[in-house]
DNA sequence: GATTTATAGTTTCACCTGTAACCAATTGCA
DNA sequence: TGCAATTGGTTACAGGTGAAACTATAAATC
């Protein structure tokens, strides 16, 4: 373990390791974000997410969110109760399928979506600033592929 | 609340929305290459990350390994905490600042560097792989800016 | 040199998270 | 029709996480 421990270990240097760099940015910037709504709302991620989607898909089910979002069931699950017992979203049941929820967010519900979606919004627009135009189109398009 | 509803409310595409893709992503690749190692060695991600930090720059202490990494301060101490404990971090204390730790992998922590980091490098390959040079060049500079 | 201020590290608390087990409704199939 | 397998959703459990409070040591200031 002296001076050969470096190069027979082959450490990785972490600063240029893809994964680790794409945690910290992730983070980063849904902190940023999250800070915004979380203390005035008392809106946990995971619900501003189901919140998100049920402003583009209104009248879908707890299993639908979970499609549509990559989000855990079970996160789910918890954040749409908290969000009805909040009256925020608005909980019926299928016609057709007693299991299957029907969910759509209430009026209390849009107000906050219509209050936190821009300054979301914005957010993102911060952090695209530090790239031209190039550039945006690249990272666009290499997310796709990556998540492809 | 009709048809007027979606442009009226102008609802976040999630699947198009940066941070919302940064954090699927990061959590994908971050969690394939932790499955590797969290249950063959009991080694959560934290603990990995100290452990990567300390095989770079041994002998430094958990205020450095903080300020290297970007991880929590309290993160790190439990992480460090557990890998004494498992014997895979030697702990000692600075000789000229008693608040100071001095730590280094032990042989048992090396073993497990060893065989964790290539797979590690593997899976970073695996992700780097849909990606053709000039992506791979761009996404580099991208992440430079935006974590600048 | 005594007292304030700062720093390294730990502990506590309150919360978030995923896995697995679970319940109830539905579907498939003999 | 009756029973097994599947599915939507919830609950329990076993961690992990950050903020804030705390302890011990060191540095700064008077």
């Known amino acids: 373990m002296s001076t050969e421990t ?8 972490l600063e240029r390791f893809l994964p680790y760099r794409l945690s910290i940015l992730s983070n980063t ?11 005035r709302f008392e809106l946990s991620m995971t619900e501003w997410r ?18 549509r979002s990559r989000m855990d069931k079970v996160a789910v699950s918890r954040a749409v109760a908290r969000l009805v017992e909040a009256g925020r979203v608005d909980r019926g049941i299928h016609g057709e399928d ?42 666009n398009r290499i997310l796709d592929k990556l998540m492809a």
């Open 50 to 67: 189901v919140m998100v989607i049920l402003a583009r898909f209104p009248e879908i089910s707890a299993r639908e969110v979970v499609d």
């Open 98 to 139: 007693k299991r299957r929820s029907v969910l759509k967010l209430s009026e209390a519900g849009w107000a906050i979506h219509d209050e936190v979606a821009p300054r979301a919004r914005e957010h993102e627009q911060e952090v695209l600033a530090k790239l031209d135009e190039d550039e945006k189109a690249w990272l």
């Open 6 to 13: 470096i190069t027979s270990h082959a450490p990785l240097d």
């Open 29 to 39: 910037v849904s902190q940023s974000i999250a800070a915004d709504y979380q203390d």
